[in-house]
């Protein structure tokens, strides 16, 4: 398999609870997003890596959210005491030219 | 980040030619236009790409007039599971990092 794969692909937590996501992008691609997209909506820029470094964060990502990509390879977004407000699909993203998503997280916080 | 407008949702029977209009007044002079589409549950899949006048691939036709302030999607020959939501991005192409600003889209529903 070629493209962007996430894990999981759903994920249901408590309120209050952490949760951490996976992304593993093209193998070639050095530069790797996170998006948030919620019901009805566009997706939602959170954060960008070039190779192992974090070079923007919106303003959408708060305290409780950590992004990693140790060694330029994966990324992990993390949220911590997760709220209902939180419930999206988290969306990662890798690119040489175009944008190549993967299938998304699907996070429901109850 | 140039802001588009396109409509929020389009209908077509199968077997028509849909286009779909996207206007970006603000585009700069760097900046490709680019579509995608998302179907439920999915990420995002890029369709096409351009920066002027008229780029074909196998999926699609991309039409963008001189001054590049709108772009319009072609779809030819739409089929039921062309039935999915169309993005209208623009931006720099490849080698800027460029973190791209989605819309709402346009909710195409491809009636039989």
């Known amino acids: 398999d070629t493209g962007v794969s996430q894990d999981p692909r759903h994920k249901i937590t408590k309120r209050g609870q952490n949760v951490t996501f996976r992304c593993d992008p093209i193998s070639e691609h050095n530069r790797l997003y996170w998006y948030r997209q919620t019901l009805g909506q566009g997706p939602e820029f959170l954060t960008y890596f070039q190779n192992e470094a974090q070079l923007e964060k919106s303003r959408l990502l708060s305290d409780r959210f950590s992004a990693e990509r140790p060694k330029g390879s994966f990324s992990t977004l993390e949220i911590q005491r997760t709220e209902q407000g939180d419930s999206a699909m988290y969306l990662c993203?890798?690119?040489?030219?175009?944008?190549?998503f993967g299938s998304g997280t699907r996070l429901t916080v109850v | 980040l140039a802001k588009t407008t396109q409509p929020i949702s389009m209908d077509s029977y199968e077997g028509q030619e849909v286009n779909i209009t996207c206007s970006h007044n603000?585009?700069?002079?760097?900046?490709?236009i680019t579509w995608y589409q998302q179907f439920p549950s999915q990420g995002p899949r890029f369709i096409i790409q351009g920066y002027k006048t008229k780029v074909t691939n196998e999926v699609a036709s991309l039409f963008i007039p001189a001054d590049r302030k709108s772009s319009t999607l072609s779809l030819p020959r739409v089929s039921l599971s062309d039935t999915a939501v169309y993005y209208c991005l623009v931006g720099e192409s490849s080698g800027g990092y460029q973190k791209v600003t989605f819309g709402t889209g346009t909710k195409l529903q491809v009636i039989p």
């Open positions: 993203a890798s690119r040489m030219d175009g944008y190549t």
């Open positions: 603000n585009i700069a002079t760097n900046d490709y």
